[in-house]
């Protein structure tokens, strides 16, 4: 079974653009939760979908926004960018029954010049 | 915030036990505990979860004291590749909390040769 997909790997962009960053499910996953990770504040969670709603957020500005499609594939999108916002963004997939697994891909290393 | 303290770091020879506390003094009732491990530039893998019985599965095993107030993970044969942050997260029983991980600073262990 393939594994959670991110794409792009990598991208560098300026202050003041904006970005969307896409996460493909393991198959049959219809639950997709982003964090973001940086080296002075650690893992922190952003949102999760499932089934195309949002079910939870963490405390971040609306500038972080997310969207998930009926194909459990999901989006998120960080408009205004600032130089804080780099990060290693990671997508971690899930059946969205309680207690299962949580598979997490290999991130998107965003970079803010 | 974290519910949970970890060391810092850790060393381990390589091939003997690893014993990595975590205290969670203020675990209420129906809490889990999870344990999850990253490994560099990778993103998190899942390793364990239990509520209040000591739980074994093919990477380790998860002990929790009987007041529930902490736990160890225990790696049985630690190779170089269990080289990694382990993180210990408290997860409520409650399915409005959807997947979210709350992530604390984690222990870096070292596996030495």
């Known amino acids: 079974k393939a594994g959670v997909t991110q794409t792009p790997r990598y991208l560098i962009k300026t202050r003041g653009q904006q970005v969307t960053l896409s996460c493909s499910p393991i198959s049959g996953h219809r639950s997709v939760s982003w964090y973001q990770q940086t080296p002075g504040q650690g893992l922190q969670f952003l949102f999760e979908?499932?089934?195309?709603?949002?079910?939870n957020k963490g405390n971040f500005p609306g500038r972080f926004s997310g969207r998930q499609f009926s194909n459990s594939r999901s989006e998120m999108n960080v408009s205004t960018l600032e130089l804080g916002d780099s990060a290693l963004y990671l997508c971690a997939s899930s059946s969205g029954d309680f207690h299962n697994e949580q598979f997490f891909g290999p991130g998107t290393r965003l970079t803010v010049l | 915030d974290a519910k949970t303290t970890q060391p810092p770091s850790m060393d381990c020879a390589e091939g003997r036990a690893a014993n990595l506390p975590c205290n969670h003094s203020?675990?209420?009732?129906?809490?889990?505990v999870y344990w999850y491990r990253q490994i560099h530039s990778q993103g998190p893998q899942y390793i364990i979860h239990?509520?209040?019985n000591n739980e074994t599965n093919e990477m380790a095993s998860l002990i929790i004291t009987e007041d529930r107030k902490s736990s160890t993970l225990i790696l049985p044969h630690a190779t170089l590749r269990d080289t990694a942050v382990y993180y210990c997260i408290v997860r409520p029983n409650d399915n409005n909390a959807g997947n979210m991980l709350t992530f604390g600073g984690g222990t870096r262990l070292m596996v030495k040769p």
């Open positions: 979908y499932f089934s195309e709603t949002q079910r």
């Open positions: 203020t675990i209420s009732g129906n809490e889990y």
């Open positions: 239990g509520l209040k």
